[in-house]
T-cell receptor, first 113, second 112 residues
């Protein structure tokens, strides 16, 4: 059973456009929702994260929108650049003993110049 | 320089051989994790350890073994019982009070 589902599976955006990646989760106990960015042959790096007490968090060109009632959260990349081309993973976990991150399958973003 | 190191970066193994992947961290994190990454599969948890001398199976532990004798080190052994070991292996660590996981650069294992 996949607890975190990402969509779309891949995304192609023109330079300067907005990239939007969506995630849906099932476990209502989740209370921490990070996005990771991974370049080919490298380990993932935390990009931005949100907790359910806020509906939106912005860091530079990256924004997370969170909808608790719909159990969905999304990543928006404004003014997308070719350097943003990477694989993006959403994840979710709960705060507590033995908690583990549950990852989505990832989406590949290509930003065309 | 604080961080997580994994070695080697590339590893080739013949079928039937065991191989051990190294993971070291100097972040003083309590928890450490091993993931396997295959194309289109995302990150799948193999084993994790939240304290020295203790570890738990993840979602795909069959054919793998780990040890946690030191806080800084969490080596993963891929045994000959793992039927399809060719993959990209990622190690991560996490502080005791916090949800963020920090990843190493990965080891790409290829079985010939």
């Amino acid at each position: 059973q996949q607890q975190v589902k990402q969509s779309p599976q891949s995304l192609i955006v023109q330079k300067g456009g907005i990239s939007i990646i969506n995630c849906a989760y099932e476990n209502t106990a989740f209370d921490y929702f990070p996005w990771y960015q991974q370049f080919p042959g490298k380990g993932p790096a935390l990009l931005i994260a949100i907790r359910p007490d806020v509906s939106e968090k912005k860091e530079g060109r990256f924004t997370i929108s969170f909808n608790k009632s719909a159990k969905q959260f999304s990543l928006h990349i404004m003014d997308s650049q070719p350097g943003d081309s990477a694989t993006y993973f959403c994840a979710a976990t709960y705060t507590g003993a033995n908690s583990k991150l549950t990852f989505g399958k990832g989406i590949t973003l290509s930003v065309r110049p | 320089d604080g961080g997580i190191t994994q070695s080697p970066k590339y590893l080739f193994r013949k079928e039937g051989q065991n191989v051990t992947l190294s993971c070291e961290q100097n972040l003083n994190h309590d928890a450490m994790y091993w993931y396997r990454q295959d194309p289109g599969q995302g990150l799948r948890l193999i084993y994790y350890s939240q304290i020295v001398n203790d570890f738990q199976k993840g979602d795909i532990a069959e054919g793998y073994s780990v040890s946690r004798e030191k806080k800084e080190s969490f080596p993963l052994t891929v045994t000959s019982a793992q039927k399809n070991p060719t993959a990209f292996y990622l190690c991560a660590s996490q502080p005791q009070f916090g949800n963020e996981q920090f990843f190493g650069p990965g080891t790409r294992l290829t079985v010939l």
